[in-house]
């Protein structure tokens, strides 16, 4: 069985003094991640040497951004590259979240010159893809994701996409408390597989990550982690939480020990 990557996004939320008391309440509840399981928070950028310092207590625990620039420099204010990301200490990258689609003009073509530039920088990048309600309606999702996800892999070997994590977070599901039922999270993470399959080959798409996101809690984790194509979650709200995150990082560890 694939590893479980816990991920959480805090989004614009929790400054270093909070990222710090975050990290001290949580190392108190664990000091290493459960075997088969890999826990990931992605602070703001202010609050990323805050995270990377709390860190290195807990073994299994990384640290990620939420979003970078593709160029190395340049005149583009309120921007920040994959290099001063990894300066931090950090090793992942958020990149695409329909967040910053719907908000920040992130297009597909975009999303691929992020995941490029975070290869090549030795970032992790963790490529979010999710259809809108009204795509879901209109039963187009599978096609939406098909097209996200041949966007965002364009021109990226094999090599390197065994070194994406990918993470499906339908844009319904975001932040309203509303989650994609286990059944419908499967559907898709087999359904993304097999593309990765078409992309690649079966041997790569076994390889790679896929995390659901979307209204993931201490309440609703158990079943959909116990999806056979669900390998971890992208959590907003509930990873803010020491002793929430807590919880599913303990059903992943427990699912990972009856399985693995
Ligand atoms: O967008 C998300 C993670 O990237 C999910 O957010 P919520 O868990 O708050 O719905």
């Not at 805090?10 to 000091?31: L, V």
């Not at 992208?234 to 990972?256: C, M, N, R």
Request: proline share 3%; with cysteine; charged share 20%.
């Amino acid at each position: 069985m694939r590893p479980f990557l816990i991920a959480g996004n805090w989004k614009m939320h929790m400054n270093a003094d909070e990222t710090r008391a975050f990290f001290k309440t949580f190392e108190g509840m664990i000091s290493a991640a459960p075997a088969g399981v890999n826990m990931l928070l992605c602070p703001t950028f202010t609050s990323l040497n805050a995270a990377v310092d709390a860190s290195s207590k807990i073994s299994g625990m990384h640290i990620g951004a939420q979003n970078l620039h593709f160029e190395d420099k340049g005149a583009f204010t309120g921007e920040i590259t994959a290099e001063m990301i990894k300066e931090t200490g950090a090793s992942h990258v958020i990149i695409g979240h329909s967040e910053r689609r719907q908000y920040y003009n992130e297009t597909d073509e975009t999303v691929n010159k992020k995941a490029v530039k975070s290869l090549s920088a030795g970032l992790t990048p963790v490529v979010c893809v999710g259809e809108y309600l009204e795509e879901r309606k209109k039963d187009a999702h599978f096609d939406v994701v098909k097209n996200q996800l041949a966007a965002a892999y364009a021109g990226i070997s094999a090599e390197d996409a065994v070194k994406t994590v990918l993470a499906y977070e339908p844009v319904w599901a975001i932040g309203t408390g509303e989650t994609a039922s286990p059944e419908q999270a499967q559907e898709m993470h087999a359904f993304i597989r097999a593309e990765f399959t078409l992309l690649y080959d079966a041997d790569v798409a076994a390889q790679i990550p896929v995390l659901y996101g979307g209204s993931m809690n201490a309440a609703n984790a158990e079943e959909l982690l116990s999806q056979e194509d669900v390998d971890g979650g992208l959590i907003g709200g509930a990873s803010l939480k020491p002793d929430s995150f807590h919880q599913i990082v303990t059903f992943a560890g427990e699912i990972y020990a009856k399985h693995g």
